[in-house]
């Protein structure tokens, strides 16, 4: 990191080392450092590598069927989640070989689908017997595996649903189903591409996997003090910068990582001290990251793992589900930037001192091409290519870099180093122009691993590749087991048709009201998401309210959103609000608290989905009533315009502060506008725009005198 930086992190008391999670109730939001005691922890570090080598090599080259695929990646995630919680947890030597057993019966299972592939396909329907045992025990390890990363709440949920597959049939019209055998419920579950092996596991062991490891690397090699740099540089020393840097660094972060939980506990060690150090209240400072960090799941190019799992449920091209969230996004975390720059004028807080601050077109200068692998993928994604090729060439591009800077080193002169770099670009070019044979890229990197493997320097490049490696396989099991766990809620659907019951009532409320129909699928969608991660919450509400909510009129992707959107939120939300417990220690702070203070600065993450549901074209949808009037790209210049007045207007009724404090009157004023402006009634934008028209000219008259006193 750069000097300034450095002065920064010493100034607020921040720390490089991640806070561990010191009770380790569950793994929710990562793992401790490293991977266990002892030669615990290497056969743990060594398990992660061979996940992650496996995943690459299959993301490459698709050697093996879908199903094995599947199958072997859910049994590396019960293999390294069993081993590496009794690293962290089990007391004795006992405990970590029971542990260590458990991993070793979950990858028998999982591999059981690549053994008797050919065997599960001939009975298909007729399980045998030992389908039978090997079905239910999957059920078991990966319900088990699931309680211990992420506590009690998820699998609770899954294992109602599992008993109301089992004994639905006893119960009263319309909530029973016609009954399901325990042979029919296990070969379902187990073995079909609807139950455990489904569309989420699908896209867990392609997708998501390759681009957390895309993100670990860039990671590795130097990303985020280039955002952390950037983001001190430009916002740094304005009014109230360290939470301005919190939300912009945050978001660019968010492009790489797709995590919001991650996020917090690796931006927040600098934004959240820095913050508090300048003034803000912790509860405040902690709100602030938990909001920006969790809108990294919205933010192009790489989303969170649920917009993976949203293109592949609706057969449509990833970059569609990019070019969706991307509006959004942006007024996301342009709201969270309004809300603290309000938050600071109220208080009175000031910027960092420019000496302090590193030069962003310095550091943009000096580490521009840390930026290629991502613009290479954007490129990519936006050019017809599939999200695994496409992250497959980013990864490549990524890895090469590192090793590449591994290699120059190596050398004694400046121009030996020119000479290299050109000829590594040479050598790109020439793939880019010939259509990237995965092969030939594969032979690059290997032919660089070769060269860092003869000095000191590379060697020790190769040690950040593998560290990279086998963190990301770390970081992939809790999203990776959620994924594998939904599978039961998918498969009750799927067997028993239940989603169709609750999407009736859904559009029988849609008849009366809209309105109410979309308040409905919102609350449900954050009661869901109490205590459980974004990717089940998002399925279960996707696959129950969306399609009601397109036979309502609302485009399918808008839908979608619209419980992607609300799955995130309740990661915000208290009383559980995983975001908030995340920044808790870093900020020594009640999460609760936190929680409010999220959900305050997230106050248009909550009304942005409703505005993309009346004004579609904020999503780049057809369907806007504006567009018959104006044409499609004007009327998505008028919804953002739209979209943006709204949030200005619930940033300062939630803030109570503009050119100075708002009483309450105004802040009543202020809300009623927005509402108005999101409301779809005879007349309702001319009103809003009035109102807030009327409101700030007055509040800006009447608060002239202070403003002159204050600048005076």
């Known amino acids: 990191m750069t000097s300034q930086t450095d002065q920064l992190h010493e100034l607020s008391g921040a720390s490089e080392t991640p806070v561990e999670n010191a009770a380790l109730d569950n793994f929710e939001h990562g793992f401790p450092p490293g991977f266990g005691p002892g030669r615990w922890g290497l056969l743990a570090y060594a398990v992660a590598l061979a996940f992650a080598c496996f995943q690459i090599v299959i993301s490459a080259w698709h050697v093996l069927p879908s199903q094995a695929v599947r199958g072997i990646h859910v049994g590396f995630l019960l293999l390294l989640s069993f081993g590496l ?250 709201s969270a930037f309004w809300m603290v720059h309000l938050e600071a004028g109220k208080h009175g807080l000031k ?110 490049t190769l040690v950040i590749c593998r560290n990279a490696l086998a963190d990301a396989a770390k970081t992939a099991l809790p999203v990776g087991i959620a994924c594998a766990i939904v599978g039961t809620i998918i498969g009750l659907m799927t067997q028993t048709g239940i989603g169709t019951t609750f999407g009736a009532w859904v559009i029988g409320l849609g008849k009366t009201s809209l309105f109410l129909a979309l308040v409905l699928t919102m609350i449900l969608s954050i009661l869901l998401g109490t205590g459980i991660p974004t990717i089940p919450t998002y399925i279960i509400v996707a696959a129950l309210a969306a399609p009601a909510l397109q036979q309502l009129g609302v485009p399918l992707i808008v839908s979608h959103m619209f419980a992607f959107y609300y799955g995130i939120m309740a990661d915000l939300s208290p009383p559980v609000a995983l975001a908030a417990l995340a920044a808790a220690p870093i900020a020594k702070e009640n999460p609760d608290k936190i929680g409010w203070e999220a959900m305050r600065v997230a106050l248009a993450g909550y009304v942005i989905p409703f505005i993309a549901v009346y004004s579609p074209a904020l999503m780049l949808q057809q369907g806007d009533p504006m567009s018959a009037l104006i044409g499609f790209w004007p009327s998505v210049i008028y919804a953002v315009f739209k979209a943006s007045v709204a949030i200005g207007l619930f940033g300062i009724v939630a803030i109570g502060y503009l050119f100075d404090r708002l009483n309450v009157t105004e802040r009543i004023l202020a809300f009623v506008a927005a509402v108005f402006l999101f409301g779809e009634f005879a007349y309702s934008d001319a009103l809003g725009y009035l109102l807030t028209a009327a409101l700030v000219a007055r509040h800006w008259w009447e608060t002239r005198g202070q403003r002159a006193s204050s600048t005076a």
């Not at 004795?92 to 057993?101: D, E, F, I, V």
């Not at 930026?371 to 993928?377: H, Y």
Request: with cysteine; glycine share 14%; proline share 4%.
């Open 85 to 334: 919680v009794a690293n962290f947890k089990a007391k004795t030597n006992a405990g970590r070989w029971a542990g260590w057993a458990l991993g070793v019966i979950g990858f028998g299972v999982g591999l059981y689908q690549l053994v008797f592939y050919a065997d599960l396909i001939l009975r298909d329907g007729d399980p045998s017997t030992a389908d039978l045992v090997v079905g239910t025990l999957l059920i078991v390890l990966i319900f088990e595996a699931a309680r211990r990363l992420m506590g009690n709440a998820l699998p609770i949920m899954c294992g109602v649903c599992l008993l109301y597959w089992f004994f639905g049939q006893y119960l009263p019209s319309p909530f029973n189903h016609r009954g399901y055998g325990f042979d029919q419920i296990i070969g379902h579950l187990s073995f079909g591409t609807e139950g455990f092996y489904g569309v989420p596991t699908y896209v867990s062991a392609t997708y998501i996997f390759l681009f957390i490891v895309f993100g670990s690397f860039l990671e590795k090699a130097g990303m985020i003090h280039l955002f952390n740099d950037v983001s001190l540089g430009l916002f740094g020393s304005a009014r109230g910068g360290p939470a301005k840097v919190a939300v912009f660094s945050s978001g660019l972060m968010g492009m790489i990582s797709g995590s919001g939980v991650a996020n917090v506990v690796t931006v927040g060690q600098f934004t959240i001290p820095l913050m508090i150090k300048f003034g803000y209240r912790r509860a405040f400072a902690a709100g602030v990251e938990a909001t920006a960090s969790m809108g990294g799941q919205i933010m192009p190019p790489v989303m969170g793992a649920a917009a993976f799992i949203m293109a592949e449920t609706l057969g449509v091209d990833y970059s569609e589900i990019v070019k969706a969230a991307a509006i959004p996004a942006v007024l996301y975390f342009a």
């Open 351 to 460: 910027g960092i001192e420019r000496r302090l601050l590193p030069s962003p077109l310095k550091a943009l200068r000096e580490r521009w091409y840390l930026a290629l692998p991502l613009a290479v993928l954007v490129f990519m994604l936006f050019h017809g290519f599939t999200p695994l090729f496409a992250g497959t060439i980013g990864l490549a591009l990524t890895v090469g870099l590192l090793l590449g800077t591994g290699v120059a080193l190596g050398f004694k002169t400046m121009t030996l180093r020119v000479i290299f770099w050109v000829g590594l670009g040479l050598i790109a070019g020439a793939l880019l122009r010939d259509g990237m044979d995965v092969r030939v890229v594969a032979g690059l990197i290997a032919g660089l691993i070769a060269l860092n493997a003869l000095t000191i320097g590379g060697r020790a």
